[in-house]
């Protein structure tokens, strides 16, 4: 999943791998994450959701932001540049728009695993967005027709909301009123 590196590299040099590479990287504390290309399930299940977010958002504080789009993590009290690209947030902070990032924390992230990336999503990522305090984090496993959902409890630690396969009805606890049927889901 990284590039092989023998030193972490700087901001600046990864700003400069960015340019010259048509890869999706993130950057982790000086560690460059390469994340593979979709397949054509996973955007089909991406424009899906990023849709149905989409409309259920109209009018609301809320936007969702797709892939490729950069979050900067941010929390004051953690050091370190973290930036990631999930395939799906949804933000309310405004502030934090800037012309092609966002920096600070998302309220909803939600990743769609590959067959390459299922532990750096379901082990990596969920702790570091439990760490930064994303509230929600939903990981779509389009192998198993599987959607698992964590929210942050009072003390900041994930706790499993749901985990459904094949069929049923996901919804968000961030997000009143936003449910997401897994037939409809998976049948793309």
């Avoid at 590479?21 to 955007?43: A, C, K, N, R, W």
């Avoid at 379901?122 to 929210?151: C, H, S, T």
Wanted: net charge negative; charged share 25%; aromatic share 10%.
């Amino acid at each position: 999943m990284s590039l092989p590196q023998k030193n972490s590299i700087t901001l600046d040099e990864y700003y400069k791998l960015r340019e010259e590479s048509d890869s999706l990287l993130e950057y982790i504390d000086g560690v460059v994450f390469m994340t593979p290309s979709p397949s054509t399930e996973h955007q089909r299940i991406s424009m899906y959701l990023s849709a149905r977010l989409y409309n259920f958002l109209e009018g609301k504080e809320c936007e969702v932001f797709h892939a490729p789009f950069d979050v900067e993590l941010y929390n004051e009290n953690i050091d370190g540049k973290k930036i990631v690209i999930p395939d799906l947030s949804v933000i309310s902070d405004k502030n934090g728009l800037l012309e092609n990032r966002f920096v600070g924390v998302p309220n909803l992230i939600i990743e769609i695993l590959s067959p390459s990336n299922q532990s750096h999503d379901l082990v990596f990522k969920l702790n570091l967005y439990m760490q930064y305090g994303v509230k929600e984090y939903w990981i779509v496993n389009p192998m198993l027709n599987a959607v698992m959902v964590y929210a942050l409890n009072n003390e900041g630690q994930y706790q499993q909301m749901e985990t459904l396969k094949d069929k049923g009805v996901i919804e968000s606890e961030v997000l009143q009123g936003f449910k997401i049927s897994l037939e409809e889901l998976f049948s793309r």
